[in-house]
């Protein structure tokens, strides 16, 4: 007779522990170590998904008698859903991430596993017609989200649960509600045959003509290919730093292809938003059917296929975003970590993973190297790098041997409002701009709205209004319990009404909303170029799945002659035919309020003015400024990285901000803002005796409370503490202590140990 451990994969924290079930004879050699079972659990003996981490002779259980044990009821899939490098991840992450490690297991299995050949889906629907619109008739709805899932359903008949939660935005909450409310119905069914192929259809690859050529590595290419084939079966890690088009993913491709020859296994993870189906399909043509490619677009079933080919060791290189880091992989020799900076490595959502940290744990449970990559690599990455923790690995030149850099100019918006330009497009921009259309080329605007509405500038001299003790922009804030309109400085919490804000630079005292939105812009450029198209993209043209692609292809097909865009337009993507780019308010992208601002602005700059002059022509980027002598603007028109590096290590050394401390956060959520007032009070002075307490040498320091920079989220109003502490482990530390110490139905808090990181 064997016994095995499990652990449940919905376990709560009194139930976050082994438990051991008998294996019944049916099953016996079929449970290892790694599968997944259901098992019956507590009084009512209710069956709980489980997973196996051991299994042993009955003979070796002591301490209780074996008669009594519970049977394991059934196995859910065949074969373990996990490999032992993977189980090796659950205990630390469990503590690092403090969640359960249900929560662990969860994020590691598909949630497909078990379920998978019985095509299954929600459907939700108006409960009544009458009943819907009356309620939308009333006014009484508050939430946006509500009114867009009735208004949605009415149009659109019975839709999948999934779909119209992403196309409206809503949360599972905000459904539950509805339902709670009995407007909508939500009913579960299997599917038939022509819906489950209705849904693989929309994820079938188009072929691409974009194959990429493979290229022998160039000198500098090379060298950074040794180092790390070098270091195989090492835990190291590399930093390899290389402008845009310095062949940084043919050093990937190669060092990927040799480990594959020697018979190991790579996770390579790009972006979720490089994973066009471009990409997909030339990594196809370049590794077949030993890729694996995880994309947003793929279905539960696909995922499931992808997923299992990589346990079986079909697949050996994973090509994905972020949860990719998790993948089974079966002998997992090296790790890829393209575009590093990005902030997509960083989940969201609880337990909220860098995947960065969890790399390294793989890198250290398989002894294999780590190459993380990008033309601006996070400041605490070359921090690492010029340490000589990392191994820096250069490229300093544009691979492909036509191809130059495109010229920049940065551009004086103070002089164009002068000169009756307006402040959105410069009379240089608006010049480049009529050549390109006369030679037929394309245009690409780029304009930043993060931190635009909500930061203040001087009408005068363009400056925004700054706190006087940390050096970054106060936000606008607008709430019901401060009298009138205050701003905010979200590092330290100090704040002033906004009529008493004055200009740092020349005194001014007159203020106006930073920046207009990317829907302003194009009607303006309608207006002053009525014969060419413009496209759009930003986030309220990118709602339903599908069209972010599908501008994309129209602009890269030469249905437009502009591309007007949010940051989404910047990162990697390539247009032979643009020769010019704009990126509009260039300074205010700087002007976020986190001390990372400047890191996110160097890294969107360089990223812009790259799209321009893919093709054979030179490019010409145009940086418009209002304040054109900020040495940022600088570094990034001559793609500088090191001195942005130098003057920004410099900053953080004085403020004591990463890599020089760690910083963390406590955000605490509630639906109501006296009731958030009251507890932000009680969490601050517990957390202001708990932290004196503490030994000197462990620097902890507490900022805030301070609201939120989104203060009001989804019907949730809140309120953020800072600590700076010298380590992160330390801030962790204090974050178990405020779980022990208050009940999270009452304080809902969530916790971040590398604020502003990824
Ligand atoms: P990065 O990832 O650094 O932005 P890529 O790897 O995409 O750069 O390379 C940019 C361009 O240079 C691509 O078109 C690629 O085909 C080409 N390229 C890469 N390596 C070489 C090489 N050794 N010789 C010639 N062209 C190259
Ligand atoms: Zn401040």
Same mark, same amino acid.
């Given at each position: 007779m064997n016994v095995c451990k499990v652990l449940l994969r919905e376990c709560v924290r009194q139930t976050d522990k082994a438990y051991t079930y008998m294996i019944p004879e049916d099953l016996e050699g079929k449970i290892t170590e790694g599968s997944y079972v259901k098992v019956p659990f507590g009084f009512g003996n209710r069956k709980q998904t489980a997973l196996v981490t051991a299994v042993s002779d009955s003979s070796r259980v002591t301490g209780f008698d074996i008669s009594k044990l519970k049977k394991v009821d059934s196995l859910l899939d065949l074969y373990p859903v996990m490999n032992k490098d993977q189980m090796a991840l659950i205990e630390p992450l469990r503590s690092r991430l403090l969640c359960t490690s249900g929560d662990v297991i969860s994020m590691m299995?598909?949630?497909?596993?078990?379920?998978?050949?019985?095509?299954k889906a929600s459907f939700v629907d108006v409960a009544s017609k009458e009943d819907a619109e009356a309620a939308l008739d009333s006014g009484k709805l508050r939430s946006m989200a509500h009114i867009s899932m009735l208004e949605y359903l009415l149009a659109n008949g019975p839709t999948e649960r999934k779909k119209l939660l992403s196309i409206t935005k809503a949360s599972d909450a905000q459904l539950r509600s509805l339902r709670e409310k009995e407007l909508i119905t939500v009913t579960t069914r299997l599917l038939s045959r022509e819906e489950v192929s209705a849904e693989e259809k929309i994820t079938e690859e188009e072929s691409s003509d974009s194959f990429r050529v493979i290229h022998d590595l160039n000198d500098e290419q090379q060298r950074a290919f040794n180092s790390v084939t070098e270091s195989l079966g090492k835990p190291e890690v590399f930093l390899l730093h290389g402008i845009t088009g310095s062949g940084k993913t043919e050093v990937y491709l190669k060092c990927a292809g040799e480990v594959i020859e020697r018979g190991g296994c790579v996770i390579y993870l790009v972006p979720e938003i490089s994973l066009t189906p471009q990409t997909v399909s030339w990594i196809r043509g370049r590794f077949g059917d030993t890729a694996a490619v995880m994309h947003s677009r793929l279905s539960d079933r696909q995922r499931y296929d992808e997923w299992d080919r990589i346990r079986r060791g079909d697949a050996r290189i994973v090509v994905g975003p972020r949860s990719s880091i998790f993948a089974p992989v079966k002998d997992l020799q090296l790790i890829i970590i393209d575009e590093e900076h990005d902030s997509s490595y960083k989940s969201e959502s609880f337990p909220k993973y860098s995947t960065r940290d969890i790399a390294f744990l793989r890198m250290r449970i398989n002894s294999c190297p780590l190459i993380l990559g990008s033309a601006t690599p996070l400041v605490s990455s070359y921090y690492s790098a010029a340490n000589g923790q990392y191994k820096l690995l250069k490229l300093n030149k544009r691979a492909a041997h036509d191809a130059v850099l495109p010229e920049v100019t940065i551009v004086d918006m103070k002089e164009q409002v002068k000169e009756g330009y307006g402040d959105l497009l410069s009379g240089p921009l608006r010049v480049a701009m009529a050549k390109a259309f006369s030679k037929d080329q394309q245009v690409m605007l780029f304009l930043n709205r993060r931190g635009y509405s909500r930061t203040l500038v001087c009408n005068t001299c363009g400056e925004p209004v700054y706190c006087p003790s940390c050096s970054v922009a106060m936000t606008l804030h607008n709430s019901t319990r401060i009298e009138g309109r205050r701003l905010i400085c979200h590092y330290c919490g100090f704040t002033i009404p906004c009529s008493e804000a004055s200009c740092r630079e020349c005194n001014g005292t007159k203020f106006k909303r930073a920046g207009v939105g990317t829907q302003q812009l194009e009607e303006m450029l309608k207006e002053l170029y009525p014969d060419r198209k413009v496209l759009r993209m930003d986030q309220d043209t990118t709602m339903l799945p599908g069209a972010h692609e599908s501008i994309l292809s129209a602009f890269r097909e030469h249905e437009a002659d502009i591309l007007v865009g949010t940051q989404m337009i910047a990162k990697g993507h390539d247009f032979p035919s643009v020769t010019v780019v704009g990126v509009l308010g260039a300074d205010l992208i700087a002007t976020?309020?986190? #001390?990372k601002a400047s890191e996110r602005a160097f890294e969107l700059i360089t990223q812009a003015a790259g799209?321009?002059?893919?093709?054979?022509e030179r490019g010409q980027v145009y940086l418009q400024s209002l304040r054109p002598d900020n040495p940022l603007l600088m570094y990034a028109a001559k793609q500088d990285y090191d001195a942005f590096y130098e003057s920004e290590i410099k900053y953080r050394e004085v403020m004591c901000l990463p890599p020089f401390k760690a910083v963390g956060e406590i955000v605490l959520s509630l639906p109501d803002e006296d009731m958030l007032a009251t507890r932000t009070s009680d969490l601050g002075k517990y957390l202001k005796d708990f932290l004196s307490y503490q030994d000197k040498a462990l620097g902890f320091e507490l900022y805030g409370p301070v609201p939120a920079?989104? #203060?009001?989220?989804r019907g949730r109003y809140r309120n953020v503490f800072m600590i700076k502490s010298s380590r992160r482990s330390y801030l962790n530390g204090v974050f178990r202590q405020v779980m022990e110490d208050f009940d999270p139905n009452i304080y809902p808090i969530s916790f971040d140990n590398d604020a502003g990181g990824s």
């Open positions: 299995v598909p949630s497909a596993v078990g379920t998978v050949g019985k095509a976020s309020s986190d #001390y799209r321009a002059g893919r093709g054979r920079p989104i #203060y009001e989220l």
